[in-house]
Every structure is written in C-alpha cells, then in structure tokens.
C-alpha cells in the first residue's frame, strides 16, 4: 500500500512564497504535482523523473520549482511570485518504478495525495 502525504500549504499574500512536500512510503520514479480550483478540472503544474529531469506547465514556468530527495523518497514544490489564480488544492502524484516521466505531457498516475489548499489573496 502506497501512501502519499503532502505538507506546506497555507495562505499567502500575492507576490508572496510557499513550499510544499510530499514524502512517499516508498521508492517512486516520475512524481508529479496537480491542482485543482473551485469550478475547475484538475491541472498538472510539474513533473520530475527519477533522474531529477522537470517540466512545468506554462503558466508556473520561471515561478515554481519542482525537486525531490529520493533518499528521504520526498518531492517538493516551491512557490514564488504566487498569484491569485494560484489558489487551489494541490495534489502530489506518483508512478512506481520502472514507469518513468512521459515526455513533455504528464500522463496519468496511479497513486495519489490527499492534496493541501493553497490560497493566494
């Protein structure tokens, strides 16, 4: 049984940072963050594959910063320059090895967070 637990959400100003975590029971190849607004379909925001390669959806390019330790098998999202239309529920996701990250789209993933609410007002 896979369990993924996501901390660091919270309020923030706009302009203002966060960082969020999300530490796996286990060993995990692509991790990915989602998220998804009041109204809105789920959205990915960042993948990062085992080897530690990324890719980001346009609208948090040169904003947010998608990492991992696999030591502590954790995953991160940093958050800067938050903007309202950031506000959402944000949801950590995971594919067990050997599957790796999809390249240049963020695919489906079996395991999922319980997600953690970032607002931005």
């Known amino acids: 049984h896979v369990q993924l637990v996501e901390s660091g959400g919270g309020s923030v100003q706009p302009g203002g940072s966060l960082r969020l975590s999300c530490t796996s029971s286990?060993?995990?190849?692509?991790m990915a963050w989602f998220r998804q607004a009041p109204g809105k379909s789920r959205e990915g925001v960042a993948t990062?594959?085992?080897?530690?390669?990324?890719l980001y959806a346009d609208s948090v390019k040169g904003r947010f910063t998608i990492s991992r330790d696999n030591a502590k098998n954790t995953l991160y999202l940093e958050m800067n320059s938050l903007r309202p239309e950031d506000t959402a529920v944000y949801f950590c996701?995971?594919?067990?090895?050997?599957?790796?990250?999809?390249?240049?789209?963020?695919?489906?993933?079996?395991?999922w967070g319980q997600g953690t609410q970032v607002t931005v007002s």
């Open positions: 990062i594959s085992g080897g530690g390669n990324p």
């Open positions: 996701a995971a594919r067990p090895i050997p599957g790796g990250c999809m390249n240049g789209v963020f695919g489906s993933f079996p395991y």
């Open positions: 286990r060993s995990m190849s692509c």
